[in-house]
């Protein structure tokens, strides 16, 4: 698969952080890392969020986003998922790419320098206009909804 190069700015409190990167040549997301200050930890009581820092600027591709989303391991061992998952960063933005964290489990969680604390997946999108229509087209599911796939 063919790599594309994004530039990043890492921030004065990211400097000395690995940058993102894929952990093997099929992994979709690249983990981000926490900016905080060293031996400045940050708690996430239970039911607390948290903006994370990661020290990071990037400016994707013109027609992607990066999707902050939760860190599978985080989640199943702790509690601790992406508050707005995915986090969507448009390739306009240009400010510091934050992660928005939060506690649902039942101990406090520490979030250390360096602690891998989500993914990036940068990924492309189709830009739409929606028009209003008298009417839409059918389809074999129609207007089922939740939990209706598969239930034929």
Same mark, same amino acid.
């Given at each position: ?10 921030? &004065?409190?990211? +400097?000395? /952080? ?6 093997? &040549?099929?992994?979709?997301? /690249? ?5 905080? &200050?060293?031996?400045? @930890?940050? =708690? /996430? ?11 990071? $600027?990037?400016?994707? &591709?013109?027609? =992607?986003?990066? $999707? ?39 101990? @406090?969680?520490?979030? +250390? ?5 989500? $993914? ?6 189709? @830009?739409?206009? /929606? ?6 087209? +059918? =389809? ?8 209706? =796939?598969?239930?034929?």
């Amino acid at each position: 698969m063919m790599m594309t190069d994004v530039a990043v700015t890492v921030l &004065p409190h990211g +400097e000395g /952080l690995d940058l993102p990167a894929h952990a093997e &040549p099929h992994a979709a997301g /690249l983990d981000l890392r926490a900016a905080v &200050p060293a031996g400045e @930890p940050t =708690t /996430l009581a239970p039911g607390d969020s948290a903006l994370v820092p990661t020290g990071l $600027q990037i400016a994707l &591709p013109e027609g =992607t986003e990066g $999707q902050v989303r939760p860190r599978s391991g985080l989640a199943f061992r702790h509690g601790v998922t992406v508050l707005n998952s995915p986090g969507t960063i448009d390739s306009s933005y240009r400010g510091e790419v934050g992660v928005l964290l939060v506690n649902h489990g039942r101990q @406090p969680f520490v979030v +250390e320098r360096g602690d891998r604390v989500a $993914q990036l997946v940068v990924a492309r999108y189709l @830009p739409v206009r /929606l028009v209003e229509a008298e009417a839409l087209p +059918e =389809t074999a599911r129609g207007a089922g909804g939740f939990g209706s =796939t598969g239930t034929g």
